[in-house]
């Protein structure tokens, strides 16, 4: 946690789209239900399902990551404008809607 309170110019990693690819790629498989969700009780937790806690820890993920709300915005939406070959084709509209639930959720910095 260090590396939250330095400039981002101090930082010197920068994501690629591999990350992003992964990062968005956990959402889509939660919310359609292939993740394997842990096995607990959803009636006493702080989220109502796996795929709202997932949609939250992606939001943390995305806010904070050591560059500009520009360039995750960006990035997210190039996982599916510019390497849309390493999505299955059944599932892109799956991937295109999660990208944009998570920007929608997270709009202060994405």
């Given at each position: 946690?260090?590396?939250v309170s330095k400039p981002?110019?101090?930082?010197?990693?920068?994501?690629?789209?591999?990350?992003?690819?992964?990062?968005?790629?956990?959402?889509?498989?939660?919310?359609?239900?292939?993740?394997?969700?842990?096995?607990?009780?959803?009636?006493?937790?702080?989220?109502?399902?796996?795929?709202?806690?997932?949609?939250?820890?992606?939001?943390?993920?995305?806010?904070?990551?050591?560059?500009?709300?520009?360039?995750?915005?960006?990035?997210?939406?190039?996982?599916?404008?510019?390497?849309?070959?390493?999505?299955?084709?059944?599932?892109?509209?799956?991937?295109?809607?999660?990208?944009?639930?998570?920007?929608?959720?997270?709009?202060?910095?994405?």
């Amino acid at each position: 946690m260090k590396f939250v309170s330095k400039p981002i110019e101090e930082i010197n990693w920068v994501p690629d789209h591999h990350y992003y690819h992964r990062m968005i790629g956990k959402l889509v498989e939660t919310i359609s239900g292939k993740a394997s969700a842990p096995n607990i009780d959803w009636r006493f937790n702080e989220f109502p399902n796996p795929a709202a806690h997932s949609l939250h820890t992606t939001c943390v993920e995305l806010m904070a990551l050591p560059v500009s709300g520009k360039v995750v915005g960006n990035a997210t939406i190039d996982v599916v404008l510019r390497h849309h070959t390493m999505i299955p084709r059944e599932s892109i509209m799956s991937w295109i809607n999660e990208i944009e639930i998570g920007r929608a959720s997270c709009r202060e910095r994405v």
